[in-house]
């Protein structure tokens, strides 16, 4: 693929607040997000995508939708296809804010706009469905806040076609942040020297032959196992764990410690905690994505580093993911809170790959050994000092950018495991 | 419960439970329960077939709980449901315990709520317990699975989805199971009607007729004034509406918000809410079983609706009231049935009849509404497909979205 239009220019968004705007002038006169836009086209449709800072979403709408954890996305559909075409809120966001119900999560009476005049203000902000034929149709999508890099998926129906876009948009916010994702999102896209595999049985040795755990930073000590593959990009794989409610975090830093300490106090729902850096080719994790459950007691974190391999052409990210059941307090992470992890590592890889299976993007499965065993009676420890045991067991997941439904998904005939995923039948026949 | 709260759910009550426990000091006082037979799940279980494959399954309730785990699971937001996968196909299957609960609890999660404090090996044996009688996958080829999966509860009937994977394959179960306690126990889910009650059509004109001759909407249980709007129309097996429905987090729920409706002279035959543990969207829906069949499968109307508040003031006064801009909803609704791998086709039929925004329907219990007056007629199939392969029939034609005009004077 290529990525054109993911030329960014850094805007400061400083200059550009001038106070509440009046919404039908918003894309004039806060041109911040405009300019960050980012645009592709799949056949006669072309998209273009942007998500709005704290402070761009309060000047567009008037009020400080971030206190509510609310984030504008904007988004323009311009449709040169016979068709009318709909944009599919949930892919955005599969707990997306209807204009309506946020218009009324603002409304705080005292002496503030009226719940009236923001219903009003919001609709005429939305995004409106359909984008008619020849039509071209912007707006914004209200999703969940996320703060430095938001991976944003525009999913398009149509009369039995659909097409799926996929940016992965740098968000401002404090300045040093701002800064650090947009070297994170450039060192995402750069293609790293690939040594592609065509062959299964060459790229499984591959697989193996990875280390069996992320380290600390030096390397002198291992910590959670390496128990996934994920196979694809910015227009494959995220996607798929967009729709299913992941979102990318940042790395540590004061302000979200800070944060993240009051919310394991007052239990609170917070979407956007920090997890800490683990190091894998001698760095620390290219992307981390989490799944916010309830609260921050509640929530499952990915990690994944991009290697330099490639699987019939797609890239191959290695990756670390643990269930979290409960935050607890350590010595042994710099940020001092840690997250109690579910020691049965494998569940947690077993549940990504379940909940994938629903994303319409997951194309195979496949089991792969590397981790190395540890019995329940004989666990390992993370750097924070859980214990965890294993199969030893790495799950590949292969995704596609063409929708795929639950019925066309290949399980590898790879690994042959007692506990494993699947074995191939002899004589494949449809239960 | 505040909003916060009643969003987070159970997993919240579950981390309150432990955190109840670890502050009173629990002491060590877990005993290994002696009696781990499945016997009596067995024995009320709910069972399907489906060509090679058969699934039983039943809730548990308190009583098991403490029985099977030494601990009342349901104490803390848990609902245990007990599942056989009997396999007598020659594929290795895969059951996705995220298609039976997008939420679902581990079973060493559900096991760490229940540790003690300075439990040590008492601890160690709660954590054998509950991974010994979790659901182990996969279910080989002509054997036989059977074990706990841990969700979030549900009070009434429960409607369990099976999904089992295979490669390139899958066999989807959906069963309705008893809960024990359950208040409304014994009534049946949808309504009964008898044959000669019900009019079958074969072509699709035909049924758009009848769907659109429907009533505009329910009425208020004294029976003055009207109801919310009927603007959901859901067609296809039972089975296939209600797994559509669950994977995308719809759960059945006891009482309706708001005031008691009626259709065809009886209040709905069951109501369901979109949860997640994440903050869902606060949409509910009052299902009806029409008296019409396509092409031999039940027609079910709906009533889609989110309170006023949402998310932002669930539990509140306002949670009763239902938010004016009903098509809005409507179409939360199909979107999400995009992604639920069940849709077939979608077709837009009028029969609600338009209300301008600056002219709401005044309802029996002083809210209003205003709509596009359409219907959204979604047809679900078993088959999983894709988005894309979703089919637009050419019936009322589509709608621009409007511009509120809610906020002009």
């Known amino acids: 693929m290529t990525h054109q239009g993911w030329a ?201 032959a990875l280390p069996c755990c992320v380290t600390n930073k030096d390397g002198s000590k291992n910590g959670d196992p390496l128990n996934l593959v994920v196979i694809g990009g910015v227009d494959d794989a995220f996607p798929a764990l967009i729709r299913r409610g992941w979102t990318p975090t940042e790395v540590t830093w004061k302000g979200s410690v800070m944060r993240m300490m009051s919310s394991a106090l007052s239990r609170e729902r917070y979407p956007y905690a920090p997890i800490s850096d683990l190091y894998l080719f001698g760095r620390p994790q290219d992307i981390a994505l989490q799944k916010a459950r309830d609260n921050i007691h509640q929530r499952n974190h990915l990690r994944l580093w991009r290697s330099t391999m490639s699987y019939h052409g797609q890239p191959v990210w290695v990756g670390q993911i643990s269930r979290d059941i409960g935050s607890r307090m350590t010595i042994h992470s710099p940020t001092l809170t840690t997250h109690k992890i579910d020691p049965d590592v494998d569940e947690a890889a077993r549940a990504l790959t379940e909940d994938l299976v629903y994303s319409q993007g997951l194309r195979a499965i496949g089991l792969v050994d590397g981790v190395g065993a540890a019995p329940k009676d004989a666990p390992r420890e993370n750097l924070t000092t859980d214990p965890y045991f294993t199969e030893g067991l790495r799950y590949v997941l292969v995704f596609d950018s063409e929708p795929t439904s639950l019925t066309e998904i290949e399980i590898l005939p790879w690994r042959l495991p007692g506990g494993g995923f699947v074995e191939q039948a002899a004589g494949e026949t449809t239960p | 419960m505040s909003g916060l709260l009643q969003r987070a759910g159970s997993a919240i009550r579950l981390a309150y439970v432990a955190g109840a426990m670890l502050l009173l000091g629990a002491c060590a006082t877990w005993q290994a329960p002696t009696d781990t037979s499945d016997a009596p799940l067995r024995a009320r279980a709910i069972t399907q077939q489906k060509g090679s494959v058969q699934v039983s399954a039943a809730v548990l309730g308190a009583q098991d709980s403490l029985r099977l785990f030494g601990t009342d699971v349901t104490a803390a937001g848990v609902q245990p449901v007990w599942i056989e996968v009997d396999n007598r196909s020659d594929h290795i299957l895969w059951l996705l315990r995220t298609g039976t609960d997008p939420d679902y609890f581990s079973p060493l999660e559900v096991a760490w709520s229940a540790h003690v404090t300075f439990g040590g090996n008492t601890n160690e044996r709660i954590d054998e317990q509950f991974s010994a009688l979790a659901f182990p996958n996969p279910i080989p080829a002509s054997g036989t699975a059977s074990g706990i999966v841990f969700t979030n509860p549900q009070p009434v009937t429960k409607l369990v989805n099976v999904d089992l994977l295979g490669n390139r394959a899958m066999v989807p179960f959906t069963l309705l199971l008893p809960v024990p306690g359950d208040i409304a126990a014994g009534t049946a889910v949808i309504h009964r009607y008898s044959d000669a009650e019900i009019a079958s059509y074969d072509d699709p004109d035909a049924l758009r007729k009848a769907i659109e001759a429907l009533p505009c909407c329910a009425a208020s249980d004294e029976g003055a004034g009207g109801g919310g709007p009927i603007n959901v129309v859901l067609i296809g097996a039972l089975d296939d509406v209600a797994a559509a429905a669950n994977r995308r987090g719809y759960r059945r729920a006891v009482e309706p918000p708001g005031t008691p409706q009626q259709l065809f002279g009886r209040p709905a035959d069951f109501f369901v809410r979109k949860t997640a543990q994440a903050g869902a969207p606060a949409v509910w829906l009052r299902i009806w079983r029409a008296p019409i069949n396509y092409l031999g499968e039940p027609v079910l109307v709906a009533q889609a609706g989110r309170p006023v508040g949402g998310r932002f003031s669930a539990g509140s006064a306002d949670e009763s009231r239902l938010n004016p801009d009903v098509d809005e909803v409507r179409n939360l609704v199909i979107q999400d049935f995009m992604y639920s791998g069940g849709l077939e086709q979608l077709a837009f039929a009028s029969g609600v009849g338009a209300v301008p925004a600056d002219q709401p329907r005044v309802m029996a219990d002083g809210g209003g509404y205003y709509t596009d007056g359409r219907r959204a007629a979604l047809f679900l199939v078993t088959r999983p497909l894709a988005f894309s392969d979703v089919e637009l029939l050419d019936w009322e034609p589509v709608l621009p979205e409007k511009q509120a005009d809610a906020g002009k004077e």
């Open chain 1, 8 to 208: 960014v220019e850094v805007i400061t968004t400083a200059g550009m607040l001038v106070g509440p705007a009046h919404a039908t002038e918003a894309p004039a006169a806060y041109p911040g997000y405009l300019e960050r836009a980012q645009s592709k086209t799949l056949g006669e449709v072309t998209v273009s995508a942007a998500a709005l800072s704290t402070e761009e979403g309060a000047a567009v709408y008037g009020v400080p939708l971030a206190e509510k954890l609310i984030q504008p996305v904007w988004v323009t559909v311009e449709n040169r296809d016979d068709v009318p075409y709909w944009l599919m809120f949930p892919g955005l966001d599969p707990n997306f804010f209807p204009p309506s119900e946020a218009a009324e999560g603002m409304a705080t009476g005292a002496g503030g706009p009226t719940l009236k005049e923001l219903d009003g203000r919001f609709r005429e902000l939305a995004f409106k469905n359909p984008v008619p034929p020849g039509a071209t149709v912007s707006g914004f999508v209200l999703t969940n806040l996320s703060e430095g890099v938001k991976l944003l998926q525009v999913d398009l129906f149509a009369d039995r076609r659909s097409h799926s876009f996929s940016f992965l948009a740098v968000v401002p916010g404090l300045k040093t942040d701002y800064e650090k994702s947009e070297v994170f999102r450039d060192k995402l896209l750069a293609d790293p020297l690939l040594t592609d595999y065509t062959d299964d049985a060459a790229f499984q040795a591959a697989l193996e």
